[in-house]
């Protein structure tokens, strides 16, 4: 089965980063044959240069979509919908690291079920080594569980799905708000009655960067929050006490100061990282010593 790579980026992003999550998708153990990258706004040299050489080594496989101004990560990410070939888009963020055989394990669910339509799966977060995470975000697995637990909270760690394009499409693909434009276009997903699915593996190394606390605390993301709860209550999907437990917990998170935040994030939001993690890190580092060469 074939599958194209959705990534956006924009200025304030890592060289280093953004280099480490490219090369993540290109190794994958099923590679692709169409990766879509689009630029938000200009970007800095050192980002162009890490671009310009994917593009070389990868020129029949790596797309760019240069826009001229930013726009935010919805709208980037809309445009970039309609530059994929292939039914099939595995989504990735452009600091983190796939795991590399994520969009193996992917394709193989779609394969063995065509009612599917999103598939995702758990994380491990880092803060500077992925050898060394942090904490686990973990996801149910099945239709049911997704659809009870999007209600309140994200059924899915964004940076692990696989999903079909023409149905994104079909719900009117993703809104250009601040954030939460992934939150909302799963809810949208979920209610028109779309088969989904979380994979019950580490299919990325997600990062944590030094700035998530203020990130997740800005009035920004706290109105985002709010907004797309909001439509989700309005449309049927949740109800009036979801809306309430939900958006009084963001509020807690949002008052909070930030070693209470980190605490909350850490030992009640997500869990610790658990003994699995030692053959998931020897799994990958197996699977990118063999995609060397070495």
């Not at 671009?51 to 826009?67: G, K």
């Not at 598939?119 to 686990?136: Q, Y």
């Not at 979920?190 to 699915?197: A, D, I, Q, R, T």
């Not at 990325?204 to 985002?224: C, L």
């Amino acid at each position: 089965m074939e599958y194209s790579v959705l990534m956006s980026v924009y200025a304030k992003e890592e060289p280093v980063y953004l280099d480490t999550a490219i090369q993540s998708m290109l190794d994958q153990t099923v590679r692709t044959d169409d990766f879509v990258i689009v630029c938000d706004g200009p970007l800095t040299a050192e980002l162009d240069a890490v671009l310009e050489r994917h593009l070389a080594q990868n020129p029949a496989v790596l797309h760019l979509v240069r826009l001229p101004q930013n726009i935010g990560t919805g709208a980037a990410l809309n445009i970039g919908l309609t530059h994929c070939k292939n039914e099939l888009i595995a989504k990735m963020d452009s600091d983190d690291i796939s795991v590399l055989d994520r969009c193996e394990r992917q394709l193989k669910e779609f394969a063995e079920d065509d009612r599917l339509t999103v598939v995702g799966g758990n994380i491990l977060e880092f803060t500077e080594d992925p050898a060394k995470p942090v904490s686990r975000r973990l996801v149910p697995c099945d239709n049911e569980g997704i659809q009870k637990y999007a209600r309140r909270r994200q059924p899915f760690n964004n940076m692990t799905v696989m999903y079909k394009r023409s149905a994104v499409l079909k719900v009117g693909g993703y809104k250009a708000m601040t954030r939460s434009e992934d939150y909302d276009l799963y809810v949208r997903i979920l209610h028109e009655g779309y088969y989904c699915k979380n994979i019950n593996d580490d299919l990325v190394f997600a990062r944590i960067k030094e700035n998530a606390a203020d990130r997740r605390t800005s009035h920004a993301t706290y109105r985002g929050f709010i907004k797309t709860r909001w439509s989700a209550l309005r449309s049927g999907f949740s109800s009036p006490w979801d809306f309430l437990v939900a958006c009084g917990a963001q509020t807690v998170v949002f008052l909070s100061p930030a070693f209470l935040q980190k605490l909350i994030y850490r030992k009640i939001l997500h869990k610790p990282v658990g003994d699995s993690v030692e053959t998931r890190i020897l799994q990958q580092a197996e699977m990118e010593q063999h995609a060397t060469g070495g």
